[in-house]
């Protein structure tokens, strides 16, 4: 059985997510999506889409699309879903404004019996160029979203100009420099957005090498948010790495938003493809180390305020 690809659309209040949101049940009417929203109201799906309302939670689209209101736990929508036998190919979730969208995003790293039937495609960062430049230096939850998206929208171009534009470029850039970038006005964009799996684990290579020369006396900016990458070409320790990343991850949950990266596993024929959103941490085995290439690891971590001489000490400490 095919798993189900999950967008998950994040921004900040007014960014034009569900103009988006809308755009993609309009212009994809041969999907069958179910929508998953953390606030729900008249607002957020365009009156014309909504053919009937089977109760307070659950809304039926008039292509056969559902929508749920996510009340409860993530795990239990999508589990009654499945067992409600809802028949769709598309999960399409729009966070709140507010909300830090790593909380949604580890669920589908973790948990088993998500992982098992759903994949995450992609994730959506909305941004609102005329208002993109005092939001990012006053809520963070902006900085957090955008560091841990792969693509960015920058949307409401036409309310800004040239220059400005080029400047917000930039500083995404800066903040989040793998990430796929895009212009729209009213969050209309020709650019393919679904069915890219740009979250898939294979992505980590093209991630590393667009992190070369990434260090940590260059990489810190404004926003206090870093990318640092570990490099090492000595083995670790599996069961040490493993230790070491989970403890490290727990004391630094707040301050810690994403790790990408490739381990050289001693004793592992393989590359270990690593990802972690906030706690969480996925492993998947990549392509056997070639005989003529030297096995190396890279880690980039995103975060904030990053001690880099504490996080190379204990890995380079980790080392067989």
Not at 110 to 117: C, F, L, N, V
Not at 141 to 161: E, F, G, M, P, W
Not at 214 to 228: A, F, P
Request: glycine share 4%.
């Amino acid at each position: 059985m095919s798993k189900i690809p999950v967008t998950v659309i994040t921004g900040f209040l007014g960014a034009g997510k569900t103009s988006l949101l809308n755009q993609l049940i309009k212009k994809n009417q041969e999907k069958k999506f179910v929508v998953i929203e953390n606030e729900f109201g008249e607002e957020n799906i365009d009156s014309e889409l909504v053919a009937d309302i089977g109760n307070e939670d659950i809304f039926e689209l008039t292509n056969g699309c559902i929508c749920c209101n996510l009340n409860t736990e993530l795990f239990v929508v999508l589990e009654n879903l499945i067992k409600n036998n809802h028949d769709f190919n598309h999960l399409l979730i729009e966070t709140t404004g507010i909300a830090d969208p790593g909380n949604i995003l580890a669920s589908f790293i973790s948990d088993p019996g998500i992982k098992a039937r759903f994949e995450l495609d992609s994730v959506i960062c909305l941004i609102d160029a005329a208002n993109a430049k005092n939001d990012l230096k006053n809520e963070d939850v902006l900085n957090k979203q955008i560091a841990i998206s792969d693509t960015l929208i920058l949307n409401k171009t036409d309310l800004s100009n040239p220059e400005a534009l080029e400047a917000l470029i930039i500083e995404l850039q800066e903040i989040n420099p793998s990430a796929n970038i895009h212009k729209a006005i009213q969050s209309d964009i020709e650019a393919q957005l679904l069915d890219v799996y740009a979250y898939n684990p294979k992505d980590i290579y093209q991630y590393l090498f667009s992190m070369d020369g990434v260090n940590e006396k260059d990489n810190k900016h404004d926003h206090n948010i870093q990318n640092y990458c570990f490099k090492s070409n000595s083995a670790f320790n599996q069961m040490k790495i493993g230790g070491w990343l989970d403890a490290f991850l727990q004391f630094n949950s707040d301050t810690i938003y994403r790790i990408k990266g490739i381990l050289n596993i001693a004793g592992v024929e393989n590359r270990i493809l690593l990802q972690s959103v906030h706690t969480q941490i996925q492993a998947t085995v990549g392509r056997q180390w070639e005989k003529d290439e030297v096995p190396e690891t890279r880690l980039v971590f995103i975060g904030k305020n990053l001690n880099t001489e504490v996080i190379e000490k204990n890995l380079l400490e980790l080392c067989d």
